[in-house]
């Protein structure tokens, strides 16, 4: 298996800008995850999906942020219109039901916002 | 969940046994204790995880003291490879894991 797949692993972007980060979770898992990581906030968990239903949104920022997952195979993070504080490494991760608790999550996608 | 509380730092030679403590007196009966650890640049990769007793795998050894208040994360044999942040998590709401601090733990040479 090939793990959980994040796309772009960078992105540089200007402030106003829509961005679009990308990630595949493993096949047969049924929960993913968003989290972001900053050197101020740590590691933070922005939203998470249960079979492709949003559960838990209570650590997305701002409007400006928002997370869809059209089918069990991809999920997309989108902040439009992005900012220099959205700056920071955005980590997708994926688990099964079965495995509580043990959390697979892919390479990240290092955002900076100039 | 409950809080953790961990040392920002540690030190270990190459091949010693690397000990990382975790204090979490709140922990509730349900709560499981759950080990994540993040070499530089890497996604957090999961470690172990227990309940009450300890446990092993091919990565470490989980400790848990019987009043289940601290735990103890032992890597048996330290290499290089093992320098990064080491977090400990209490958790009993399934998957929504929370990360604190961790540990920043140094193998040298």
């Known amino acids: 298996d090939a793990g959980v797949i994040q796309s772009p692993r960078h992105e540089v972007t200007e402030m106003g800008q829509e961005v679009t980060l990308r990630c595949k979770p493993i096949?047969?898992?049924?929960?993913l995850f968003w989290y972001r990581q900053t050197m101020m906030r740590g590691l933070e968990l922005l939203i998470y999906f249960n079979n492709n239903v949003p559960i838990d949104d209570s650590g997305m920022p701002e409007d400006r942020f928002s997370a869809k997952m059209p089918n069990a195979s991809f999920s997309n993070l989108k902040i439009q219109p992005s900012e220099p504080r959205d700056s920071a490494v955005y980590f997708c991760a994926s688990s099964f039901l079965a495995q509580t608790g043990e959390l697979f999550f892919g390479e990240g996608s290092r955002l900076t916002v100039l | 969940d409950a809080k953790t509380t961990q040392p920002p730092s540690m030190d270990c030679a190459e091949g010693r046994a690397a000990n990382l403590p975790c204090n979490h007196s709140?922990?509730?009966?349900?709560?499981?204790v759950y080990w994540y650890r993040q070499i530089h640049s890497q996604g957090p990769q999961y470690i172990i995880h227990g309940l009450k007793n300890n446990e092993t795998n091919e990565m470490a050894s989980l400790i848990i003291t019987e009043d289940r208040k601290s735990s103890t994360l032992i890597l048996p044999h330290a290499t290089l490879r093992d320098t990064a942040v080491y977090y400990c998590i209490i958790n009993n709401a399934g998957n929504m894991l929370t990360f604190g601090g961790g540990t920043r733990l140094m193998v040298k040479p």
């Open positions: 709140t922990i509730s009966g349900n709560e499981y």
């Open positions: 096949s047969g898992h049924d929960y």
